[in-house]
């Protein structure tokens, strides 16, 4: 039998699922230990609690469909036609690990690249962004909007850093840039939290040169369903399974945006 999936369900399982990594990033608060990716990458106990949690909910009620989490060895895009769970356990490790409180649990799902539902959690807050195709976007229980800010001298825009920046970093290069146009520049350290942001309109704007599919899978759908723009930075299709991409409120701003920080 073919799974037809009731897109606000499995966001609600997006939830459920995001809340439950929540609360082993909670239990481990304080007494957890660090390990390094790389001299300025971390993974932690809790990162690694958080994931078997999501992955322990999201199998035992969804066995045939795929897993992709930050804290696999390797991973392969979602074959085109097959369902599978895009996973960051804990997005802002780093500030996880320095206590500044700014990181976020983030799930979806996803039919090959199309983007059908997901969720990110602020378990500190306890405040949870959710999406599903074609249903909105959703603040706890309000439905988000992008804001209406359409230039970019009136725009509050963030960005998000790899984990090791150089003086030719084309993150850092356009950073200057943007920042020198815009009303401010913002990098919270968590790719997720800014697009929820942006879908919440607390943002206008956000780009980045290199990112992972599962920091970004759940919110742009959310800046998607909230009725912004999102793209490559290089103008074309937003594509999950690339590093980089360029979203904002309004169509004109993107298009200013894009003038920038695009090739």
Not at 9 to 35: I, P
Not at 211 to 223: E, F, K, M
Request: hydrophobic content about 45%; charged content about 20%.
């Amino acid at each position: 039998m073919t799974f037809s999936p009731d897109l606000k369900a499995l966001a609600d399982d997006c939830e459920q699922a995001a809340r439950a990594g929540g609360d082993e990033l909670l239990a481990w608060r304080g007494r957890f230990q660090t390990r390094e990716k790389s001299p300025v990458d971390y993974v932690t106990d809790a990162d690694l609690a958080s994931q078997r949690a999501i992955r322990e909910f999201v199998l035992l009620k969804y066995p045939d469909h795929h897993f992709i989490g930050e804290e696999d060895d390797a991973y392969k895009p979602v074959p085109d036609g097959k369902y599978g769970w895009v996973v960051d356990p804990l997005d802002g490790t780093t500030n996880y690990v320095h206590n500044y409180p700014a990181f976020v649990v983030s799930v979806a799902v996803t039919r090959g690249t199309e983007l059908l539902a997901g969720a990110i959690f602020d378990p500190l807050a306890n405040i949870v962004y959710r999406a599903w195709k074609g249903g909105g976007a959703w603040r706890d229980n309000a439905s988000m909007h992008v804001s209406d800010i359409e230039s970019l001298d009136r725009s509050l825009v963030a960005v998000s850093f790899p984990p090791q920046v150089t003086d030719t970093s084309p993150d850092l290069v356009n950073f200057s840039q943007v920042a020198q146009r815009c009303q401010g520049v913002r990098r919270t350290g968590a790719c997720a939290l800014n697009l929820a942001h942006l879908a919440s309109g607390a943002i206008d704007a956000f780009w980045t040169h290199q990112i992972h599919p599962w920091d970004v899978a759940a919110g742009v759908l959310l800046v998607l369903e909230a009725g912004g723009v999102v793209t490559g930075v290089d103008g074309g299709d937003f594509d999950l399974w690339k590093a980089n991409f360029t979203a904002a409120a309004r169509p004109k701003l993107h298009a200013e945006l894009l003038s920038v920080v695009g090739p």
